[in-house]
């Protein structure tokens, strides 16, 4: 292992459509999770009146205090975030305002530990604030020009600051963009991270081999109860944790002499006897032998029906410069 643990933040604000989940329900079964950190976001419903105020969303309906919030009650973002606290005991809450008033608020009941959204990302007044009372800021970078990304390091120049790209598994070229955006974050000596609403195994092992140690998962449960959500969310967690684990002891955990070896040991392509040029390939023709000089056997169904384009002799390797 690298040492760097893999930290899961749990978001709870993305709660969509019929069947919602009750995020009070989760929240008491955090423990069940696996997850690091929890993450709200705190906003007043007149800063973006197409987004609920989330963390009302973890109160009963008609519960008092959804009144006070929408009304603009001094302290009523500060009274809902500690009652949060005090459902996740020791876990951590990162909080995500969607205002200057609300993470004014945050910061009065203690926050320490923010996430900037993409929508946040460029509001420098905010990032002033947070300089003054973050610990930690998780940073999204979706959307970000590298101006903005410069004066994110610039003004939180004290604060274990912790880029977050988002990926998409679809198209490729998005997921392959994602990861040249990572590997650049990777470059400016911050950890980084990835968000994803449901994590993919590619998405995970390409994030990871470029250095990710944090990602943040959307709690969508569709039309299941709290236990049956937490129980899904888990799957998830124990499933990065486990590709974690075992990328880093590939990519991290060997010697470079240990690599040398595992790379003698795979086999590529060669050709089995004398090939004349402009023979067309059979099966009976190639061979595996290792070391892989030649294509990775997963090649072998698109090599055979082509020709020669030189001379082979016994164990050459085949490649697509040597084919037609």
């Known amino acids: 292992m690298s040492g760097v ?11 969509r459509g019929n ?3 009750s995020a009070r329900g989760l929240l008491a079964r955090v423990a069940d999770v696996g997850a690091t950190s929890i993450k709200v976001i705190a906003c007043r419903p007149d800063q973006y009146s197409t ?5 009302t969303q973890v109160f009963p309906a008609g519960d008092s205090r959804i009144a006070d919030i929408a009304a603009g009650a001094p302290g009523a973002s500060a009274a809902i975030l500690a009652d949060i606290r005090s459902m996740l005991g020791p876990l951590p809450l990162v909080v995500a305002p969607y205002d200057i008033t609300s993470c004014r608020e945050a910061a009065n009941s203690g926050i320490d530990t923010w996430q900037v959204d993409e929508a946040m990302n460029a509001n420098v007044p905010m990032l002033d604030l947070l300089a003054r ?23 939180l120049h004290a604060t274990e600051l912790v880029f977050l790209h988002r990926v998409h598994a679809r198209p490729p070229s998005a997921l392959l963009r994602d990861c040249a955006r990572i590997a650049y974050l990777a470059g400016l000596g911050h950890r980084i991270g990835w968000q994803s609403a449901r994590p993919t195994r590619s998405q995970t092992v390409l994030a990871l081999a470029l250095g990710g140690s944090v990602v943040e998962i959307a709690a ?12 899904r969310l888990a799957g998830q967690t124990r499933m990065l944790r486990g590709l974690a684990e075992s990328s880093r002891q590939a990519l991290l955990g060997c010697s470079p002499g240990e690599l040398d070896e ?17 023979t067309l390939l059979t099966p009976d023709m190639i061979a595996l032998r290792a070391p892989a000089l030649g ?14 384009t030189y001379d082979l002799r016994t164990d050459d390797p085949i490649t697509f ?3 037609s």
Not at 5 to 15: G, K, M
Not at 262 to 278: F, N, S, T
């Open 5 to 15: 643990p893999l930290d899961v933040i749990l978001s709870v604000d993305e709660w």
């Open 19 to 21: 069947g919602i989940v």
């Open 51 to 55: 987004r609920a105020v989330h963390v």
């Open 133 to 155: 009372v973050a610990r930690r800021v998780y940073f999204c970078t979706w959307g970000c020009t590298e101006r903005e990304i410069d004066a994110a390091r610039t003004i």
């Open 220 to 231: 969508t449960a569709g039309g299941l109860d709290a236990g049956e959500a937490a129980t």
């Open 262 to 278: 595992i790379d003698q040991l795979r086999p590529g392509l060669v050709a089995a006897c004398a090939i004349p040029a402009g």
């Open 295 to 308: 294509l990775a056997a997963e090649h072998l169904g698109a090599t055979v029906g082509r020709r020669t």
């Open 321 to 323: 410069g040597v084919v």
